[in-house]
């Protein structure tokens, strides 16, 4: 916050804490928000994938002359006659690069990879193209599950994080405990299915690049393209002003995104193509699969004697991404000691990558799960447990939490589900039907973490206001939410500004990612809005013709299009008399946004929530319906309710879905997904999704950042997963540790 000036004063509240509907909801409800696939540059051809169906081994032969005879195929790309890269796609040139197969070699890495790219001068031509190369392999035997015999153990997990942490002696601790809880929990693998699948139209010129492609962060974008292709990054131009969906697996770009690009170099002409549904199963990523050892043990008194997590995932053989999912309890629950620990097997898959809430997810539903269990070993409520164990600090860094409104949270969801008054023991309360109804409750937890973003703001003499800067909306509400925050940091209404976002061209605004984006380009526009208040400002007090002349100690305050002194705020002028006055068009000021390393070093941040669940399961048949879901989130500032409570209730759809729905079935002798589509790929569809409620509590944090607000889009899966896994226990007494839960383990 170094730009803010101290005596310039912006009034907040004007935008900031509106429910306001999207500003592109319109656009989007009537067809004409453009998403990538919807640009057709002209002359542009499209291109069709084709994949490999074996896991491992080598590419043959493809009948290239029978795609090429095809009417309408103009081309067919295989590694024979694919353009030059000026680096290795292979080469780890930094944490968030991950390798990716653009027809470099003939070797097959995972079923669904890449083989070769058909591409003519209509989509079923492309379509047909493909189909036509038949390919033949040279197949090689496969691992494809987490008994693989090669395991290892990772140095990091996720992007950075150590794969071994802990403190205390959890065995000493294990050994003195009254009650002991030792279960192993699995998780399947998932696919990021959002609604639009990866998308790219590449138009080359000379040795620049348009691009329409969606992306969660276009700097990174920008920056691995243009070192896959040696050329500038500001050759690169890319426009993603929608996505259809990221979930992580838009955050770095992807190989069948380079692909794109490479047809349309090979071509000469701009080049669609779009990811069918399947081939969105292999290269861009997914949640690996987790098996996770927990022990916990605890005293008389229901107090933690010790906590240990251990993870066994899995990542690709040719590159490393660790799923980190024991970093739940770093912080969750306090024990006297506590132990996380990972390892890994190689499998024949495409590489694992984030996928929302990457780690806390599958980690919450196995803890949240056993700490259910040790409730009900200890005789107590569940609630009653939690509370019990309740982390005053953060366990394993010991730092005070910035703000942490947990009991609230507890407090204010139990009241509202009715949760006093449940019964300790499963299997005691039916409804009208005969169904058997269990209730279940789960902590949900999410970092609250900021990148790096810039941002640029504007102030014009005819009195609008233009904010700008490369922000992403995947649907979270970043057109509106980041526009709420600019508006209030340039002291304008809403509609006296223009906000721009989504384009590489304009200020790098960081990665929409780790529920960080709101945070980090809010600072950003915030501090840019005060830099260019501030230069206004000392226009004005400079000035003996204008009211604002000598205000210098007291300040001023900005709002509603004018600076107003701070000591009369009778008195004042609008910026565009100011500007007028200077002979300047307009004024600008730049900002950025990112975590202050003095509130990292002093205080553990995270978002908060507690969530109840109901759920009703068919005593004969075991067919499980979760009915009521209650979270109470408290997470810092609220932009916009409205669009929280749309975080929220997504984020607990995504929950019911992990605990019941979603898994990528793998055949493990030919390492392929067998269900990779949405027919069978099970995702809530509107009949699954309960009644929802997201309650708001109230928390000021005055550490996370300046503005207070801590991320909300990856927290509502966490907590809610395990709350509903514990209520179907609740309901039938049958405790299933293999998610989703299948109604054959119930009846
Ligand atoms: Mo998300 S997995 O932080 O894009």
Request: hydrophobic share 45%; charged share 20%; net charge negative.
């Given at each position: 916050m170094a730009e803010t000036a101290s005596a310039t004063h912006v009034r907040h509240g004007s935008s900031i804490g509106q429910p306001l509907t999207r500003r592109d909801g319109v656009l989007k409800v009537t067809g004409q928000a453009r998403y990538a696939a919807d640009n057709h540059p002209p002359g542009m051809l499209h291109a069709a994938l084709a994949v490999?169906?074996?896991?491992?081994?080598?590419?043959?032969?493809?009948d290239i002359a029978a795609a090429r005879a095809h009417p309408g195929v103009v081309e067919v790309m295989t590694p024979a006659n694919r353009p030059p890269l000026a680096l290795d796609p292979d080469a780890k040139t930094g944490p968030f690069v991950f390798r990716m197969e653009v027809l470099q070699d003939d070797r097959v890495r995972y079923a669904g990879q890449p083989i070769a790219v058909v591409i003519a001068e209509t989509l079923e031509a492309a379509t047909e193209g493909a189909a036509l190369l038949a390919p033949r392999y040279a197949a090689e035997p496969v691992e494809a599950g987490l008994?693989?015999?090669?395991v290892f153990v990772p140095e990091m997990v996720g992007p950075g994080a150590p794969a071994r942490e802990g403190y205390g002696d959890v065995e000493a601790g294990l050994a003195a405990a009254a009650r002991r809880v030792e279960a192993v929990y699995e998780t399947p693998a998932q696919y990021h299915n959002a609604m639009e699948p990866h998308a790219v139209v590449a138009a080359w010129e000379g040795d620049r690049l348009t691009l329409d492609t969606p992306s969660q962060g276009l700097a990174w974008a920008q920056d691995r393209i243009a070192g896959l292709f040696g050329l500038p990054p500001e050759n690169i131009h890319i426009r993603s002003p929608f996505l259809g969906g990221g979930f992580g697996s838009k955050g770095v770009i992807s190989g069948p995104q380079v692909l794109g690009i490479l047809a349309a170099r090979l071509v000469g002409r701009p080049v669609k193509l779009v990811l069918r549904r399947e081939q969105m199963y292999g290269p861009v990523g997914h949640r690996a699969p987790t098996r996770q050892r927990l022990r916990i043990g605890a005293g008389e008194d229901g107090g933690l004697t010790a906590l240990d997590h251990q993870v066994r995932t899995a990542t690709s053989r040719f590159d490393d991404f660790i799923e980190p999912a024991g970093s739940v309890s770093h912080t969750l629950y306090a024990a006297p000691a506590i132990a996380i620990g990972y390892d890994a097997v190689r499998l024949d898959t495409g590489t694992p990558l984030f996928m929302r809430a990457p780690g806390e997810a599958s980690g919450s539903i196995a803890l949240e799960s056993a700490i259910d269990e040790m409730a009900l070993a200890c005789g107590m409520d569940p609630l009653e447990f939690r509370l019990r164990n309740y982390?005053?600090?953060?366990?394993?860094?010991?730092k005070p939490f910035s703000s942490k409104a947990l009991r609230d949270c507890y407090a204010q969801g139990a009241a509202r589900f009715g949760w006093a008054g449940r019964p300790l023991q499963p299997r005691q309360m039916r409804d009208e039907n005969g169904l058997l109804v269990g209730w279940g409750m789960g902590t949900a937890t999410f970092p609250a973490l900021m990148f790096h973003g810039q941002a640029r703001a504007v102030l014009r003499r005819d009195g609008t206001g233009l904010a700008e800067l490369g922000a992403q909306d995947m649907g979270q509400g970043a057109w509106t939410a980041l526009a709420q925050l600019a508006a209030d940091s340039m002291g304008l209404e809403l509609d006296q500004l223009e906000f721009r976002a989504g384009d590489s061209r304009l200020p790098d605004a960081g990665i929409a990612g780790g529920s960080a984006h709101t945070a980090t380009a809010g600072a950003a526009l915030h501090n840019a809005g005060a830099e260019v208040i501030a230069r206004l400002a000392e226009l004005a007090m400079a000035d003996?013709?204008?009211?604002?002349?000598?205000?210098?100690?007291?300040g001023v305050v900005a709002r509603g299009g004018s600076l107003l002194r701070r000591d009369d705020e009778s008195r004042g002028e609008s910026y565009g008399e100011i500007l007028a006055r200077a002979g300047l068009e307009e004024i600008e000021g730049r900002g950025s946004g990112a975590m202050d390393p003095a509130v990292q070093e002093h205080y553990a941040t995270h978002a908060h929530g507690a969530v109840f669940a109901e759920v009703k399961v068919d005593p004969e048949l075991g067919q499980i319906r979760a009915t009521r879901l209650v979270g109470a989130f408290a997470?810092?500032?609220?932009?916009n309710p409205r669009l929280v409570r749309s975080q929220y209730y997504g984020g607990m759809i995504w929950g019911v879905s992990f605990a019941l729905h979603e898994q990528a079935v793998m055949d493990k002798r030919t390492g392929r997904v067998m269900n990779a589509n949405l027919g069978e790929y099970h995702v809530p569809v509107n009949a699954d999704v309960p009644s929802l409620e997201a309650i708001l509590v109230d928390e000021v944090d005055p550490h996370v950042n300046p503005l207070g607000i801590k991320g909300?889009?990856?927290?509502?899966i966490t907590g809610t997963a395990g709350a509903v896994a514990n209520a179907v226990w609740h309901a039938t007494g049958v405790r299933v540790r293999r998610f989703p839960i299948a109604l054959e383990e119930l009846a």
């Amino acid at each position: 916050m170094a730009e803010t000036a101290s005596a310039t004063h912006v009034r907040h509240g004007s935008s900031i804490g509106q429910p306001l509907t999207r500003r592109d909801g319109v656009l989007k409800v009537t067809g004409q928000a453009r998403y990538a696939a919807d640009n057709h540059p002209p002359g542009m051809l499209h291109a069709a994938l084709a994949v490999s169906s074996i896991a491992r081994g080598r590419v043959t032969a493809l009948d290239i002359a029978a795609a090429r005879a095809h009417p309408g195929v103009v081309e067919v790309m295989t590694p024979a006659n694919r353009p030059p890269l000026a680096l290795d796609p292979d080469a780890k040139t930094g944490p968030f690069v991950f390798r990716m197969e653009v027809l470099q070699d003939d070797r097959v890495r995972y079923a669904g990879q890449p083989i070769a790219v058909v591409i003519a001068e209509t989509l079923e031509a492309a379509t047909e193209g493909a189909a036509l190369l038949a390919p033949r392999y040279a197949a090689e035997p496969v691992e494809a599950g987490l008994d693989a015999a090669d395991v290892f153990v990772p140095e990091m997990v996720g992007p950075g994080a150590p794969a071994r942490e802990g403190y205390g002696d959890v065995e000493a601790g294990l050994a003195a405990a009254a009650r002991r809880v030792e279960a192993v929990y699995e998780t399947p693998a998932q696919y990021h299915n959002a609604m639009e699948p990866h998308a790219v139209v590449a138009a080359w010129e000379g040795d620049r690049l348009t691009l329409d492609t969606p992306s969660q962060g276009l700097a990174w974008a920008q920056d691995r393209i243009a070192g896959l292709f040696g050329l500038p990054p500001e050759n690169i131009h890319i426009r993603s002003p929608f996505l259809g969906g990221g979930f992580g697996s838009k955050g770095v770009i992807s190989g069948p995104q380079v692909l794109g690009i490479l047809a349309a170099r090979l071509v000469g002409r701009p080049v669609k193509l779009v990811l069918r549904r399947e081939q969105m199963y292999g290269p861009v990523g997914h949640r690996a699969p987790t098996r996770q050892r927990l022990r916990i043990g605890a005293g008389e008194d229901g107090g933690l004697t010790a906590l240990d997590h251990q993870v066994r995932t899995a990542t690709s053989r040719f590159d490393d991404f660790i799923e980190p999912a024991g970093s739940v309890s770093h912080t969750l629950y306090a024990a006297p000691a506590i132990a996380i620990g990972y390892d890994a097997v190689r499998l024949d898959t495409g590489t694992p990558l984030f996928m929302r809430a990457p780690g806390e997810a599958s980690g919450s539903i196995a803890l949240e799960s056993a700490i259910d269990e040790m409730a009900l070993a200890c005789g107590m409520d569940p609630l009653e447990f939690r509370l019990r164990n309740y982390a005053e600090v953060e366990p394993i860094s010991g730092k005070p939490f910035s703000s942490k409104a947990l009991r609230d949270c507890y407090a204010q969801g139990a009241a509202r589900f009715g949760w006093a008054g449940r019964p300790l023991q499963p299997r005691q309360m039916r409804d009208e039907n005969g169904l058997l109804v269990g209730w279940g409750m789960g902590t949900a937890t999410f970092p609250a973490l900021m990148f790096h973003g810039q941002a640029r703001a504007v102030l014009r003499r005819d009195g609008t206001g233009l904010a700008e800067l490369g922000a992403q909306d995947m649907g979270q509400g970043a057109w509106t939410a980041l526009a709420q925050l600019a508006a209030d940091s340039m002291g304008l209404e809403l509609d006296q500004l223009e906000f721009r976002a989504g384009d590489s061209r304009l200020p790098d605004a960081g990665i929409a990612g780790g529920s960080a984006h709101t945070a980090t380009a809010g600072a950003a526009l915030h501090n840019a809005g005060a830099e260019v208040i501030a230069r206004l400002a000392e226009l004005a007090m400079a000035d003996r013709r204008s009211p604002l002349f000598g205000a210098g100690n007291a300040g001023v305050v900005a709002r509603g299009g004018s600076l107003l002194r701070r000591d009369d705020e009778s008195r004042g002028e609008s910026y565009g008399e100011i500007l007028a006055r200077a002979g300047l068009e307009e004024i600008e000021g730049r900002g950025s946004g990112a975590m202050d390393p003095a509130v990292q070093e002093h205080y553990a941040t995270h978002a908060h929530g507690a969530v109840f669940a109901e759920v009703k399961v068919d005593p004969e048949l075991g067919q499980i319906r979760a009915t009521r879901l209650v979270g109470a989130f408290a997470a810092g500032r609220i932009v916009n309710p409205r669009l929280v409570r749309s975080q929220y209730y997504g984020g607990m759809i995504w929950g019911v879905s992990f605990a019941l729905h979603e898994q990528a079935v793998m055949d493990k002798r030919t390492g392929r997904v067998m269900n990779a589509n949405l027919g069978e790929y099970h995702v809530p569809v509107n009949a699954d999704v309960p009644s929802l409620e997201a309650i708001l509590v109230d928390e000021v944090d005055p550490h996370v950042n300046p503005l207070g607000i801590k991320g909300v889009g990856e927290i509502g899966i966490t907590g809610t997963a395990g709350a509903v896994a514990n209520a179907v226990w609740h309901a039938t007494g049958v405790r299933v540790r293999r998610f989703p839960i299948a109604l054959e383990e119930l009846a």
